[in-house]
């Protein structure tokens, strides 16, 4: 099992560029999210997804898309890019089987950069 | 929604000492609060949890308290070693979402 896996590891942008983030997971869960990581800030939550062709607004969801249309899948979009983006993105998965027993798996990461 | 607060920010103990690092939540709701360690350069990973129906949960040096009338709870890292060194969050939860504090730096000095 390869877990959680993230594409691409880093990426390099300049601003207004777009780019999609792609998390896949191999565990058949239900629940997918993506985070960012900011130095001080933990980890924030920009968007997640409840089940296949379903997502949802976290907690900092401005600037950014996501797509389900995969259950093993999360894509994770920025339309125009922005310096503020910058930071390090993690996906996570997490089974509905564990129901408010919510243990995330995380995957490896993307360090994005936008200049 | 949920609000986690978490200190200290940074730790800094001497190897075999002990390290402990707090958490308030604010939803009485939640009834789930895990801890993920990350190292530098690495994903955040389960180290621990504890269910709101427990008080203490340990795992060999690792501990983690709950007082759920408070609404606070603890881990407690008991003989510290090097590799111990690392960010730790903690996460609260009353559903399908997490809500992190934002992380506790753990340094053991040899």
């Known amino acids: 099992n390869a877990g959680v896996t993230q594409t691409p590891k880093f990426r390099v942008l300049k601003t207004g560029q777009s780019m999609t983030l792609l998390c896949a997971q191999d565990m058949n869960h239900e629940y997918m999210y993506w985070y960012r990581q900011d130095p001080g800030m933990g980890l924030r939550l920009i968007h997640y997804?409840?089940?296949?062709?379903?997502?949802a607004k976290g907690e900092v969801p401005d600037g950014y898309n996501v797509s389900r249309l995969k259950k093993q899948n999360f894509l994770l979009g920025l339309e125009s890019a922005a310096p503020s983006q910058t930071s390090v993105y993690f996906c996570a998965s997490s089974s509905r089987a564990s129901g408010v027993y919510n243990e995330q798996f995380f995957g490896p990461g993307t360090r994005l950069t936008v200049l | 929604g949920e609000n986690v607060e978490q200190h200290p920010s940074t730790l800094s103990v001497q190897e075999g000492d002990s390290a402990v690092i707090k958490c308030t939540y604010s939803?009485?709701?939640?009834?789930?609060f895990p801890w993920y360690k990350q190292e530098l350069g690495k994903r955040p990973q389960l180290i621990i949890d504890?269910?709101?129906?427990?008080g203490e949960k340990k795992d060999q040096r690792i501990a983690v308290t709950l007082n759920k009338t408070a609404k606070h709870f603890s881990l407690h890292i008991t003989e510290t070693q090097p590799e111990d060194s690392a960010v730790y969050f903690c996460?609260?939860?009353?559903?399908?979402?997490?809500?992190f504090g934002k992380g506790t730096k753990l340094s053991v000095i040899p």
């Open positions: 997804s409840v089940g296949e062709g379903t997502t």
């Open positions: 996460a609260a939860s009353g559903s399908y979402q997490l809500t």
């Open positions: 504890i269910r709101s129906n427990v």
């Open positions: 939803d009485s709701a939640s009834n789930y």
